[in-house]
Antibody, heavy 119, light 109 residues
Framework: EVQLVQSGAEVKKPGESVKISCKGSGYSFSTYRIAWVRQMPGRGLEWMGIIYPSDSDTKYSPSFQGQVTISVDKSINTAYLQWSSLKASDTAMYYC????????????WGQGTLLTVSS | EIVLTQSPDTLSLSPGERATLSCRASQSISSSYLAWYQQIPGQAPRLLIYGASIRATGVPDRFSGSGLGTDFTLTISRLEPEDFAVYYCQQYGGSLTWTFGQGTKVEIK
């Protein structure tokens, strides 16, 4: 069974850094891309970017380019989303998701990581 | 960038009724690149439909998708209590980019 398990909720102050994770299991991690999706409180879904674990090739949405960093450690089947200097507007639920080998949709999702940024 | 506009924002219906949700693209897209998701409050999104009309594994057949070009529809033939949720359409824009519609909330009338 394909599973994406995300790290727990984080509470941070503005200006702090954070790195959240998404661990894949039940499939060949290196050969499937992992995407990140933001959901601000009471709002819709926004695609942030995607990484290919095999070669770490990464593509960002223009809205998030330069604002976050997506990375991967394929030795431990884990993808990451990180911020170097948080803002209150980064408060949101963040999901990782995986497209299938042939298809341009996301058929597996993590449970979400709630990031709260508040002074 | 292709923009997806969903309508209505909120649909108020009773269990057993038919729900028709619309997703309109700002320019024509391939049906292969259009998907629908369901999100129940407090849960992660769940894939319902891909390729505009193909039900994902385990999705009940009361859910159906249709459309082509710029106009796509998700239909729930008879609403069950567990179907009251928010529904999103999504399109793949090529070159590893995706966009979502703003969502339609299906609420109990």
């Amino acid at each position: 069974e394909v599973q994406l398990v995300q790290s727990g909720a984080e509470v941070k102050k503005p200006g702090e850094s954070v790195k959240i994770s998404c661990k894949g299991s039940g499939y060949s991690f290196s050969t499937y891309r992992i995407a990140w999706v933001r959901q601000m409180p009471g709002r819709g879904l926004e695609w942030m970017g995607i990484i290919y674990p095999s070669d770490s090739d990464t593509k960002y949405s223009p809205s998030f380019q330069g604002q976050v960093t997506i990375s991967v450690d394929k030795s431990i089947n884990t993808a990451y989303l990180q911020w170097s200097s948080l803002k209150a507007s980064d408060t949101a639920m963040y999901y990782c998701a995986r497209p299938p080998s042939t298809g341009w949709f996301f058929d597996s999702w993590g449970q979400g990581t709630l990031l709260t940024v508040s002074s | 960038e292709i923009v997806l506009t969903q309508s209505p924002d909120t649909l108020s219906l009773s269990p057993g009724e038919r729900a028709t949700l619309s997703c309109r693209a700002s320019q024509s897209i391939s049906s292969s690149y259009l998907a629908w998701y369901q999100q129940i409050p407090g849960q992660a999104p769940r894939l319902l439909i891909y390729g505009a009309s193909i039900r994902a594994t385990g999705v009940p057949d009361r859910f159906s998708g249709s459309g082509l070009g710029t106009d796509f529809t998700l239909t729930i033939s008879r609403l069950e209590p567990e179907d009251f949720a928010v529904y999103y359409c999504q399109q793949y824009g090529g070159s590893l980019t995706w966009t979502f519609g703003q969502g339609t909330k299906v609420e109990i009338k």
